[in-house]
């Protein structure tokens, strides 16, 4: 499965893949704060039933220019996400 796009859900606090897709693979936003000119979610997500791959993540979005990192980490593994958020219709 190739992911290309979140779409971030303010009022039910979830992020989920844009489109469609088998299977419900949103996460809950667990905290939102606006900290100097960013806007922070954290959350942490269970992964897929009966496989050891939950991970706790963060998003930083900057204000100003739409551009974020995401870092999550689960069991001695982490990842770093660069990308930039766009208006949806």
Same mark, same amino acid.
């Not at 989920?16 to 900290?35: C, L, T």
């Not at 496989?51 to 770093?80: H, L, N, P, S, Y």
């Given at each position: 499965?190739? #992911?290309?796009?979140?779409?971030?859900?303010?009022?039910?606090? @979830?992020? !989920?893949?844009?489109?469609?897709? $088998?299977?419900?693979? !949103? !996460?809950?936003? =667990?905290?939102?704060?606006?900290?100097?000119? =960013? #806007?922070? #979610?954290?959350?942490?997500?269970?992964? %897929?039933?009966?496989?050891?791959?939950?991970?706790?993540? @963060?998003? /930083?979005?900057?204000?100003? @220019?739409?551009?974020?990192?995401? @870092?999550?980490?689960?069991?001695? $593994?982490?990842? %770093?996400?660069?990308? /930039?958020?766009?208006?949806?219709?």
């Amino acid at each position: 499965m190739q #992911l290309e796009f979140l779409a971030i859900d303010f009022e039910k606090k @979830t992020v !989920s893949p844009a489109g469609k897709i $088998e299977g419900d693979r !949103s !996460s809950a936003i =667990k905290r939102m704060e606006r900290i100097g000119g =960013k #806007l922070i #979610l954290q959350g942490a997500d269970e992964g %897929i039933q009966d496989v050891r791959d939950g991970v706790g993540w @963060t998003a /930083a979005v900057m204000k100003e @220019t739409g551009k974020f990192v995401v @870092t999550a980490a689960g069991d001695q $593994e982490a990842f %770093i996400v660069y990308g /930039a958020c766009i208006p949806l219709p």
